[in-house]
């Protein structure tokens, strides 16, 4: 499969400490790609490998299908919105993107009023960014990483620190830019639950190791409603699930099998078990999130 960015082994080294040790990372035309990890973790020094911003210790990555190392002629293709928005306080939002239109030499037409409505802010007027809220200031960060109309755009934290207003104005604006002008996107960020509302895949870093990579399809699965049961039986345990009718489930460990169906029938289930002689040592209903899938890759809360 084609991918528009992939890396292979990428690792940056800070004397004795790996801060990104051989990330293979594998992101697609139209995705919404969640980078999910604590702080610390890892997510902003591989993101400022990938946008240009850092030199790799070893490893290599591929961008639009060509060496991303040194190849600083794709890299007008890539916006980044890095840490802090590099916002003039004393200049109104037109007057940041003009600033930074000229510096990248964009002349188009009335670009700078396209992207202040692109990013909700076309009626703040002459009002100084550094009376902007939170919220605006990174949709005006947002904005300035727009400026020459890149295909790939990638947001470090971009939610970190807003209120539900602000965060909704984020989410929304990378949605719309998402659908309508097809940008791909790669977004860090701890806040996993805001995190999950609208992006398609995810790469789970700890401790500068890639975890796991997975759809949100697949990680919608594993984090849906079930019913969690544990037994020394886990065929004879399919056998009496398939005998009720039960199909959508799944044998998830020696001793573990997860049914995703009847979340009301616990009680005809577990009976159903004891007449066929299959021993039951647990069952109940479960919600897993995000958050609580994070914590089980990462070994826990106190890994946090």
């Known amino acids: ?35 999910i990890g604590r702080n610390g973790a890892g997510k902003t020094t591989l993101m ?48 940041n993107l003009h600033a930074k239109c000229t510096a990248l030499g964009v002349r188009g037409r009335d670009t700078e009023r396209k992207l202040l409505e692109t990013v909700g ?92 990579e997975i759809s949100g399809e697949e990680l919608g699965k594993k984090c849906s409603r079930k019913i969690l049961l544990t037994t020394s039986d886990a065929p004879g345990a399919s056998t009496v699930l398939e005998k009720m009718g039960i199909l959508n489930y799944r044998v998830t460990g020696k001793d573990t099998v997860e049914v995703y169906e009847r979340f009301d029938q616990t009680a005809e289930i577990n009976a159903a078990f004891a007449a066929d002689g299959i021993p039951i040592n647990g069952i109940a209903v479960v919600n897993q999130d995000l958050e609580d899938y994070y914590l089980e890759m990462t070994g826990g809360a106190g890994n946090v």
């Open 121 to 212: 802010l076309a009626d703040t007027g002459k009002k100084p960014a550094g009376r902007f809220s939170l919220g605006m200031r990174q949709r005006l960060g947002i904005a300035l990483a727009l400026v020459g109309d890149p295909d790939l755009l990638i947001l470090d934290e971009p939610i970190n620190g807003l209120d539900p207003q602000g965060i909704a104005e984020v989410r929304a604006a990378v949605e719309r830019l998402n659908r309508e002008r097809q940008i791909t996107f790669i977004i860090s960020s701890h806040i996993l639950g805001e995190l999950s509302k609208f992006a398609t895949r995810y790469g789970i870093i700890h401790n500068g190791v890639l975890l796991e």
């Open 1 to 35: 499969m084609d991918y528009l960015l992939s890396t292979e082994n990428l690792t940056k080294q800070y004397k004795s400490k790996k801060a990104v040790d051989r990330v293979n990372i594998h992101v697609r035309q139209g995705d919404i790609y969640g980078l």
């Open 48 to 95: 400022k490998m990938i946008s240009g911003l850092a030199a790799p210790s070893s490893g290599s990555f591929t961008l639009f299908g060509e060496a991303g190392v040194g190849a600083g002629k794709i890299m007008n293709r890539v916006g980044a919105l890095i840490e802090e928005p590099g916002i003039y306080g004393d200049m109104s939002a037109y007057g």
